[in-house]
């Protein structure tokens, strides 16, 4: 069976390699706060994807230099710390109790973890792994994330305004939903996870719509422009997408990497427009030529 789009878009960002220390703490923390439960004296983590468990007991260890076991219960992972001292000290680096000193857990986001751009995205990754729902983009456009405590989605939703995201808040049966039904803002946020594929994915079933709809207009008498430059970029996608496939596109060349980023940003933008785009601009002819190299590239992929 082949597994979920959600899925596909987590198991990318479980491969996702943090290189910092603060972002390995931030995205432990949007893990443990979104798909975790915290207690005075108990920690615990479960989820049926053992990678996910995998990884939060990862990042545990690399924190916080403790090893947490996991076990395997019916179709659950489960990571669950019981050591005092050690939830003490999480409590106390995530600052997760009252700072008048009371022993009341409070579900915010410490400020100073998140003070830095790297970290805000990573506890973006981490809240997208513990607590996101993404639709099939075939079926709908809808992001969401999930919390049962109202102060962490406002804390959250912040957050992601500060990444200049745009999100919606709403409730339901209890539970707080931090969501987006606006495609480019999914796609943004999947490229700020480093949920690649997942984003080229929608991006892909975006254009084809675009597409069908262009189709629909030139044979309504409307000119067939719109159509030729429409075609023209749903070839250059698939190719970027290959790539992405194969060798990966972090792995071009710097100027090849930054025009096919541009491309997925902008994906309908004639090549001209592209061009401009760039600081220092670049003329149409050496966007052209770019794409070619980019094109050629994708076949030998
Ligand atoms: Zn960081």
Redesign the pocket.
């Known amino acids: 069976m082949q597994k979920s789009y959600s899925r596909r878009a987590k198991d990318e960002v479980l491969n996702f390699e943090i290189k ?1 220390n ?2 390995a703490a ?1 995205q432990l923390a949007g893990m443990l706060l979104f798909g975790g439960s915290v207690s005075e004296n108990k920690i615990r983590l479960a989820s049926e994807n053992s990678a996910l468990t995998e990884k939060f007991c990862a990042l545990f260890e690399r924190v916080f230099l403790y090893k947490i076991e996991t076990r395997q219960e019916k179709n659950f992972y489960t990571a669950e710390l019981c050591n005092k001292d050690i939830t003490e000290r999480v409590l106390k680096t995530f600052a997760l109790t009252d700072p008048s000193g009371g022993r009341l857990i409070r579900r915010r986001i410490s400020p100073d973890l998140v003070r ?1 751009k ?2 805000k995205r ?1 506890f973006v990754r981490g809240a997208f792994l513990g607590g996101a729902t993404i639709v099939d983009p075939s079926r709908n456009y809808n992001l969401e994330f999930v919390t049962h405590f109202r102060g962490l989605a406002r804390d959250f939703s912040e957050l992601l305004g500060e990444l200049s995201f745009k999100t919606g808040m709403g409730e339901r049966a209890g539970n707080c939903i931090i969501y987006t039904k606006n495609s480019e803002t999914i796609c943004d946020i999947l490229a700020a996870v480093g949920a690649y594929g997942a984003q080229m994915e929608m991006l892909n079933v975006k254009i084809e719509k675009e597409l069908r709809n262009g189709m629909n207009r030139s044979v309504n008498g409307e000119t067939a422009n719109y159509d030729k430059a429409v075609s023209a970029a749903v070839k250059q996608l698939k190719a970027i997408e290959k790539i992405e496939n194969g060798m990966g596109i972090k792995n071009l060349p710097d100027d090849l990497r930054d025009l096919a980023y541009m491309r997925i940003k902008h994906k309908d933008a004639p090549l001209s427009e592209l061009g401009a785009l760039f600081t220092p601009p670049l003329t149409k002819s050496g966007v052209s030529h770019r794409m070619k190299r980019l094109m050629d590239i994708a076949d030998k992929n």
């Open positions: 910092n603060c972002c931030a830095k790297c970290c990573a």
